[in-house]
């Protein structure tokens, strides 16, 4: 194996894949991006060589489970997060095999899971069929809830996953304080970690999310009518593991100086996200959850990167680079979403963040680790009670959806 990969380029390797066409590179340039915790390997042969050790163990893995479904039969295979190595290859290969898949990772809400069959749920989320949530039992008790919800993300006290501290919600202060001019439109961009989850999307409009950046600080720069307010997602320096390429930094090294009509909220600042956004006519995303959340309330959106809203008939989704510009020589939109987009848009919230999130209540945050286990005995798994495991035990043994319908089941808080 590792003779095979001497001597290739970073092109080739982030490129190789395996007899079977199983995309080997692409699993290995994820994760080596992780590592570096950057949008783009850096320059130099350690990085080469740290490239090429990720596609070694992609395609070690890869062999490794082509082995053991020589010698042993599984009906399905039920892994963490589905993608970087070792998780990626070993469901290229399961799949091609024709195992079922099950994915899963702690999501946002305290105590609940995202479970999704046959991938990832970062390509799942974006291709699962609206008739999974638009036809689910609505009334104002759901879109109560959803709201109650959406509003306590601001700070994030019903979530084990979030990024803002105290967040700042005086608006006129960071109005002041940035020299934004309220009696002009301003267009709001939302970024996120830039090497986080770098896979290939074919939806996407840009090769990255810095590439977006630079596209959209361009075209501003010759929008004098308008003002961007791009806000640096907090979690390049409160995540798990910090950026090591601030988008900040990438930011003044091309622009030493920005236009007049462009301002940024670095992730340092305390300023609140949701309220800087509320200023806005629109938004501009990439790959933020934030776009589920700014719907909801009514917000236009424009999607350019693999963000979960995508295709659900709520945003307006770039398909290419021309689509983008075409989508911003719209703007401003001038106006809020229409009433029945902002209640498709708030349907999509509640399954999103109580549905899809499948509570497991006895999964409680722990010191010093990632969650611990709260059970008086063994007995209190058995089924019936805890409806969440339920419907995750389910859907792995008969592969039914993992769709906790707590519009019916009730909320788990």
Known sequence: MRKQLAGRDREALSTHRSAEGDELGMQGLAGALRYYASATLPAGPQADEVLRRFVEAAALT?????????????DVAVFHHGIYVPQGPAGD??????????????????????????????????TEPTAAWDSMAWSAKEEDDILSYLQSRATGTRDWIWFHEKPDNDTRRFVAELGLDIEKPIIGMLSNVA????????????????????????YFSQRPDLQLLL??????????????????????????TLPQNIFIIAPESNISTYAAMALCDTVLIYGTKTGVELTAVGKPVIVAGEAWIRNKALTQDAESRDDYIALLDKLPAGAMLAPQTIERAR???????????????????????????????????????????????????????????????????
């Open 231 to 256: 806000r640096i997602h907090p979690a390049e320096i409160r995540g798990t593991v910090p950026s090591a390429q601030p988008l900040l930094g990438e930011i003044e090294a091309r622009y030493p």
């Open 93 to 126: 290969v399961l799949r091609r095999k024709g195992v079922r898949v099950v994915n899963w990772n702690p999501s946002y809400r305290r105590s609940t899971f995202i479970f999704s069959h046959g991938d990832t749920y970062h390509h799942t989320l974006m």
């Open 195 to 218: 090497w986080d989850a770098q896979l290939h999307y074919p939806a996407n409009a840009f090769p990255n999310m810095i590439a977006w950046v630079f596209e959209t600080i361009d």
């Open 62 to 74: 890869a062999l490794a489970y082509e082995r053991l479904l020589a010698r042993e039969r599984f």
């Open 347 to 413: 349907q999509y919230a509640y399954h999103f963040f109580f549905r899809r999130m499948v509570p497991l209540p006895f999964v409680v945050p722990a010191q010093g680790k990632i969650y611990g286990i709260d059970l008086p005995s063994i007995d209190a798994l058995r089924p019936g009670q805890f409806p969440g495991l339920d419907v995750v035990c389910e859907g792995i043994l008969s592969g039914t959806p993992f769709i906790y319908e707590a519009e019916r089941i009730g909320l788990h808080a």
